[in-house]
């Protein structure tokens, strides 16, 4: 079955064409990612299987444009994939944010667009760019069966203590006001490899899966389920991210909203656009151009990578008390697979758990690898997440199922 897997972040457009043939045996024809999207230089990247790489630097203005580009890679005469774009078979989307209506893979309806749509105030940053990446396949590729995974799918086994916020309860029961988190797909996914990868059981272990890019959260899991997650009732919540504030406290909002004169819509644009990385260091949201101003000597943006940092430690510390112990700590996304020095940083403070990095391992880049000694008491790994192969095996299997 041939599957075009769409997994839109808050900035970026990763893409996939694979050929299922079951869940371990498929092949993956083309792959790529629109980045840098709503910034003034966007990259277009496309990499037909067995082809030279091609890369593109062009402006990206939104989600929309970034979708009409894909396709047209995929379709290009000499270079394209595709004879057209009718050899799609079933496209996966992955989606941010689905509340608690849902706790698995669904097959696109208007009903389901519709919770989607609902739950986009939850994650203002991602549900509209899904939304307009799933009504963009639908208009070019009527009939065929389009089916949604969701990151919060994983979440779901957080027990109630962890969920829910000190609010009164009945804003629970009448607005569905929990914490939900992001990234599910991810954190499921390198926890099961990476515990494989290092001779663990997932459904024995405690893992603290750190999923690190433009949008960061961590994630506790013990016994192969989510028992905490750094994100909240949207993304917005834990760490220091691109263009996120992460924590703050209410009063704070309330505060600036009275001194600036601001509606809350613009202040969410504030937390949720002009925050993060992008706010102190005042010139980027981009972590590979924060880390050379940083080298650099800008003081700004070193503080911005030190908080980022110090985040990652806290939130990991957290979690290791919250489970009594941790045997394995996971980077993965785009920061946390490419940045040696900051996984480094941040082992370093765990050597009290008799945590012992391997320097030569950890410089690694892209490639699943153990970057602890034989001998450390606890395991720490390198695992490039595949989102994309998650949401093909839950595309296929929802579309085979409902042909039956």
């Known amino acids: ?3 075009l897997v769409i997994n839109c972040g808050s900035s970026s457009i990763k893409y996939q064409l694979l050929d299922m043939k079951s869940d371990d045996v498929y092949d993956v024809i083309a792959k790529g990612i629109a980045e840098k999207i709503g910034l003034p230089a966007g990259i277009l990247q496309y990499a037909p299987s067995g082809a030279e790489k091609i890369v593109k630097d062009l402006p990206i203005p939104d989600h929309k444009v970034g979708m009409e580009l894909i ?3 995929l379709t290009a005469p000499g270079t394209g994939v595709l004879k057209s774009l009718e050899d799609i078979e079933a ?3 992955r989606i941010v944010q689905g509340g608690d209506f849902f706790s698995g893979s669904v097959l696109v309806t208007d009903d389901v667009l519709d919770k989607i749509a609902f739950c986009a105030d939850f994650a203002p940053l991602h549900n509209p760019a899904h939304l307009l990446g799933i009504r963009a396949m639908q208009a070019v590729l009527p009939t065929v069966p389009q089916v949604v995974t969701f990151d919060t799918a994983f979440h779901q086994t957080m027990p109630s203590y962890a969920y829910m916020y000190g609010l009164p309860y009945e804003y629970y029961e009448k607005f569905r006001v929990r914490r939900y988190g992001a990234h599910g797909t991810s954190h499921q996914y390198v926890a099961g490899v990476g515990a494989k990868f290092c001779g663990l059981n ?13 949008g960061s959260s961590i994630c506790a899991i013990q016994n192969g389920k989510c028992v905490d997650t750094s994100m909240g009732f949207s993304p ?8 996120r504030v992460g924590n703050i ?7 600036l909203e009275n001194k600036l004169g601001v509606t809350p819509d613009e202040m969410s644009v504030i937390l949720n656009r002009k925050s993060g990385f992008l706010g102190v260091s005042t010139k980027t949201s981009d972590a590979r151009e924060l880390n050379d101003l940083a080298n650099s000597g800008d003081p700004k943006a070193k503080l911005a990578l030190k908080k980022f940092t110090y985040d990652i430690i806290k939130n990991i510390g957290s979690y290791v008390a919250a489970m009594n112990g941790v045997d394995l700590i996971v980077f993965t996304g785009g920061i946390g697979e490419h940045n040696s020095r900051l996984r480094r940083r941040v082992l370093e403070n765990f050597s009290y758990l008799g945590l012992k990095v391997d320097y030569e391992a950890n410089v690694a880049s892209g490639e699943d690898t153990v970057i602890t000694t034989e001998d450390s008491k606890v395991k720490a790994a390198l695992i490039c997440t595949n989102e994309e192969l998650v949401i093909a095996r839950d595309t296929m299997h929802l579309v085979l199922d409902n042909q039956d």
């Open 236 to 243: 917005l919540e834990g760490m220091i991210m691109g263009t």
């Open 91 to 93: 496209v996966g989307h």
């Open 202 to 214: 997932v459904n024995t272990s405690k893992i603290i899966t750190c999923h690190l890019g433009a």
């Open 1 to 3: 079955m041939i599957i």
């Open 71 to 73: 396709l047209a890679e």
């Open 249 to 255: 406290d209410a009063n704070a909002v309330i505060y």
